[in-house]
């Protein structure tokens, strides 16, 4: 190489190197900040090697370091502080900060999540925010709390002596390879719904998976080349996008009167001919419209759908492990129709309404087993958590909802055991905890709006299921040995449960 080169390249090397060296430098030491509480980290690497080396037991690993933490909630760093830095917390005070207190901070769900499910659930719901997304929440609230109980509620109630103990139902823990789909508690269909079904668990794990990527741009680039899991993605949301315009069209079709349910509702009044809600004014095309109802839709299929099936999986092993719970569940359902042995309707709303301790039961099981077992935003501006906690602009702000359940200054010593006692009062009756202490539905102005709907499902099951058998799970369930989860959008038991 001729010299002269050498002269000018060498120094510009040497400068570029320079000011590499000081960038990094900086920018580690703006995740140095503070003497805030971290777990022991690596000064090039950050947490990055010990979360590899614990990522299969994540939720338990992450539990374990927020007990450890004096006010239960870390600082984490990336590699150099170039990867992901954040906060993840197990406090109800920094909950109660972040998810209340300056909710405008920490309204965000990060670049990270949205690109991940940007292509499935498009610009619904979830993944909207600002006027759109009140708008939306305003309509959503009003169908999820009203049509869907209308029916129930207006069931007599009738109670009476208890019927006699129903027969045994033996359920097996873990998968049967010959049905992939029995794995988890889930309404059964026609041939279209399992295909639709099928596609939108692809499509969910898929997105999930995107997350799970030490970089987004090995997916990009597979998305790019339409290989792999992308492709498959990409054809899955074919299927979930078909199925949902086709139920769509045939809702519009029908009058809200012939048929009251959240999606005829929801359709009904975005879509009316002249131009529908305010919300539906918000839209420049009809076109427009349509596609915000849709990925909506499929939000809710997405919120609904996973959350309420993994706490009735988790619920029936708890009863199965906790046969005085069980009871105690049975006698409730048919204290109060007693009268009505033998008969198949389905409970009531009034009648759901007054079963508290299955409520407990559900409540506590959620404490162990939250569907939705981590959230995570990310801070729009420099803001400091109430124990003086740092958080950057741009770090994530997680909390774990999984380890304040098991958090012992929360819940005392017996945190580890299922005893839905501790939600009753002396009467009997359920007491609720805030939201920022037991956040399974997320707290403050984005809370989950299924909630109510949920309670009702997971009863409404429970009791039809409890009322007519009792599962016992093989192999046995016992209290102190729970089987393992797996990490997925929600906290699946691993395999699940199914009939045998
Ligand atoms: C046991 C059942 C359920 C649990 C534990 C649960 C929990 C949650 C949680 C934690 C969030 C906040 C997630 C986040 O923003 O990171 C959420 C949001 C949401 N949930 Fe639920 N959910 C359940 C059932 C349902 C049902 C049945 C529906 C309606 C069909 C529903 C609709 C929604 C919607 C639309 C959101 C998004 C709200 C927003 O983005 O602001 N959920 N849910």
């Known amino acids: 190489m001729d010299s002269s080169y050498l002269h000018l390249v060498l120094p510009a090397a040497a400068a570029a190197v320079g000011v590499a060296v000081v960038l990094l430098l900086s920018l580690w030491r703006r995740c140095q900040t503070t003497s805030n509480h971290r777990p022991q980290a690596n000064p090039i690497l950050g947490n990055l090697v010990a979360f590899l080396a614990n990522g299969h037991r994540f939720l338990d690993w992450s539990t374990g370091l927020l ?17 992901y830095c954040g906060v993840a917390t197990a406090s109800p005070d920094a909950v109660e900060h972040m998810l209340r207190a300056s909710f405008h901070n920490y309204v965000d769900k990060g670049d990270r999540v949205r690109d991940a499910f940007a292509d499935l659930l498009g610009d619904g719901l979830f993944l909207t925010n600002g006027r759109l997304y009140m708008e939306a929440a305003a309509e959503a609230r009003v169908v999820l709390l009203l049509p869907a109980l209308a029916p129930p509620l207006r069931r007599p109630r009738r109670l009476g002596p208890a019927a006699p103990p129903p027969p045994a139902r033996r359920v097996r823990r873990g998968r049967d390879d010959s049905s992939p789909s029995s794995s988890r508690l889930e309404a059964g269909g026609d ?36 290989v792999g899991s992308e492709r498959r993605l990409r054809q899955a949301i074919g299927v979930v996008d078909e199925y949902v315009t086709a139920i769509m069209e045939s809702k519009q079709r029908c009058s809200d009167e012939e048929e009251s349910n959240l ?21 420049d095309s009809p076109e427009a419209k349509r596609r915000f109802l849709r990925d909506t839709v499929k939000t809710f299929v997405l919120a609904g759908k996973d959350t309420t099936s993994s706490a009735l999986t988790w619920l029936f092993w708890f009863l199965a492990a906790n046969p005085e719970c069980e009871r105690r569940v049975y006698e409730e359902v048919t204290a109060l129709r007693g009268d009505t042995a033998g008969d198949e309707r389905d409970d009531g709303y009034e009648e759901l309404k007054q079963m508290h301790y299955l409520h407990a039961a559900i409540t506590e099981t959620m404490r162990l087993y939250p569907p939705v077992p981590l959230a995570s935003r990310v801070a729009a501006a420099d803001d400091v958590l109430p124990d003086g906690t740092v958080v950057r602009a741009g770090w994530f702000a997680d909390y774990s909802s999984y380890a304040m359940g098991r958090m012992p200054q929360l819940w005392g010593r017996d945190c580890g055991e299922f005893r839905p006692e501790r939600w009753l009062d002396g009467g009997g009756k359920f007491v609720a905890v805030d939201a920022a202490r037991y956040p399974v539905f997320h707290a403050g102005p984005r809370s989950c709006l299924g909630k109510e709907m949920a309670y009702v499902q997971m009863k409404a099951v429970a009791a039809a299921v409890v009322r007519r058998f009792s599962v016992e799970v093989v192999p046995a369930a016992t209290a102190n040995a729970p089987p393992p989860h797996e990490t997925a959008v929600t906290l699946r038991m691993k395999g699940g449960l199914r009939e045998v």
């Open 263 to 283: 999606l005829s509702r929801f359709t009904a009044a975005m879509m009316e001919e002249d131009g529908g809600n305010e919300l539906g004014a918000m839209f």
């Open 67 to 83: 007990a450890a933490a004096p006010a239960s909630t870390m600082q984490v760093h990336g590699p150099l502080g170039l990867g």
């Open 191 to 226: 041939g279209r719904d399992d295909a639709f079904f099928a596609a939108f668990d692809d499509a969910v794990d898929i997105s999930f998976g995107r997350i799970l990527h030490p970089t987004t741009l090995v997916w990009k680039a597979m998305k790019l080349l339409d």
